[in-house]
């Protein structure tokens, strides 16, 4: 069964540092998001692309974060310089349609900002 | 500003028994609802979906019922077993100011335990 994969699983870096999450989705979909889950809190939604570029983004999304799909099958965030409470559970999905909310969620890739 | 609301942050239900999963939403921009669930250490899990032109939405032992003038859906399991026992999370998709279908926005989950 297809699926979307996620890299790395776990992350630990300095405040301050750079970080690239990377993301593999679905082969045939064509939306893509990041969502995050910050310990014991919800998940919430960052950031949605669709056809090479953003079609929203949460107020979360400020400008250390950036997504891009450089060579049409990964999709990586980047989170510039790191701060402590961007310590979360980062989630992409991607799904085949824009008619329904049926996203299909990697494994997710844990970030640890020190 | 919780746009969709989960008021039970868990629940405990002995197999055999219906699990029932509550979910209030705010927002009447919001047309299509979504249930996943989710084990520690994965990637939440899509398990059933509703529209708004929808009241029910039945999928094996998994049903969803949606009552749009109170803005409130439920997610019944029946019969329940141990292997259900997850985070469940509510999810809509639409919001204001305008109706987007690129924003699927989550509740914060309750965890059902079902006892053996």
């Known amino acids: 069964e297809p699926e979307v994969t996620q890299t790395p699983s776990h992350q630990v870096t300095q405040m301050g540092q750079e970080v690239i999450l990377r993301c593999v989705p679905i082969s045939n979909h064509l939306y893509f998001y990041w969502y995050r889950q910050i310990l014991g809190q919800k998940v919430e939604f960052l950031v949605s692309f669709y056809n090479n570029e953003i079609s929203e983004k949460s107020e979360i999304f400020d400008d250390q974060f950036s997504v891009e799909r450089p060579d049409g099958s990964n999709f990586t965030l980047k989170i510039r310089s790191t701060k402590l409470e961007d310590s979360a559970m980062y989630f992409c999905?991607?799904?085949?349609?824009?008619?329904?909310?049926?996203?299909?969620f990697g494994e997710g890739s844990r970030l640890t900002v020190l | 500003d919780q746009q969709v609301k989960q008021n039970s942050p868990s629940l405990s239900v002995q197999e055999g028994r219906i699990s029932i999963l509550n979910c209030d939403y705010t927002?009447?921009?919001?047309?299509?609802f979504l249930w996943y669930k989710k084990y520690p250490a994965e990637g939440p899990t899509f398990l059933i979906s509703?529209?708004?032109?929808?009241d029910k939405n039945e999928d094996g032992r998994f049903t969803v019922f949606l009552n749009k003038s109170a803005k409130h859906l439920s997610l019944h399991i029946v019969p329940s077993q141990p292997g259900d026992s997850a985070v469940y999370f509510c999810?809509?998709?639409?919001?204001?100011?305008?109706?987007?279908?690129?924003?699927?926005?989550f509740g914060p989950g309750t965890s059902l335990s079902v006892i053996p």
């Open positions: 509703i529209s708004s032109i929808k």
């Open positions: 927002n009447s921009m919001f047309d299509y």
């Open positions: 999810a809509a998709r639409g919001c204001c100011p305008k109706t987007s279908y690129d924003k699927v926005i």
């Open positions: 999905a991607s799904s085949e349609s824009e008619n329904t909310g049926e996203l299909f």
